[in-house]
């Protein structure tokens, strides 16, 4: 369960599995609606000592509510420092293993078909041919951060009202489409 809940919250955020497996309890603020995972984690992209000390937020929206109360069952939330998705098997990791994602689509029989990097194309392509979204919100919801070291320093722009609307639109298009939350 954990794996196919990891994997939901993957389609629904379009995060890199290695962010996605590592996801920590004291990441998530429900009250304010906002996932705010830290720029070192792996997963991010971020370039340790320039761009690491940038955070990546993701809104949650109600899907992603869903689904991290259906992680609750799993993982033991009112301990900040637990993984929403804990290994399913002992391992060297304390939180569920980052290929669990690929493994999943490749045990569906999408092996050469689909990865979990996939979902970040098609949320690109469909948040901006179907959705109607603008191409920097979507590049800021996917971890990107601005080109180059003048947009570095100088663009600090988050734009989460805006990104908080198309993650609504994208996982409503999900669900539309067939995905049940949980």
């Not at 689904?67 to 998705?85: E, G, Q, R």
């Not at 391992?91 to 078909?113: D, M, Q, T």
């Not at 949320?123 to 979507?138: E, F």
């Not at 590049?139 to 990104?163: C, I, N, S």
Request: glycine share 8%; charged share 25%.
């Amino acid at each position: 369960q954990q794996v196919l809940l990891c994997a939901k919250f993957t389609l629904c955020t379009f995060l890199r599995t290695g962010a996605s497996s590592r996801l920590l309890w004291d990441w998530i603020d429900e009250d304010q609606e906002m996932i705010t995972i830290p720029g070192s984690t792996s997963g991010l992209k971020r370039v340790k000592g320039i761009t690491d000390h940038i955070a990546h937020k993701v809104p949650i929206t109600s899907e992603i509510q869903s689904i991290l109360d259906a992680a609750k069952t799993y993982s033991d939330c009112t301990i900040p420092s637990n993984p929403v998705f804990p290994p399913t098997r002992k391992c060297r990791y304390n939180h569920l293993v980052p290929s669990s994602v690929n493994n999943l689509f490749r045990n569906l029989g999408y092996k050469g078909v689909f990865r979990a990097h996939g979902i970040r194309r098609l949320a690109m392509t469909v948040g901006k041919d179907i959705l109607k979204s603008d191409h920097n919100v979507i590049e800021l919801q996917m971890g990107h951060l601005p080109k180059g070291k003048v947009g570095r320093a100088y663009d600090g722009a988050e734009r989460l009202e805006e990104r908080t609307i198309f993650l609504e639109k994208w996982n409503q298009a999900l669900v539309s489409k067939g995905m049940i939350v949980w």
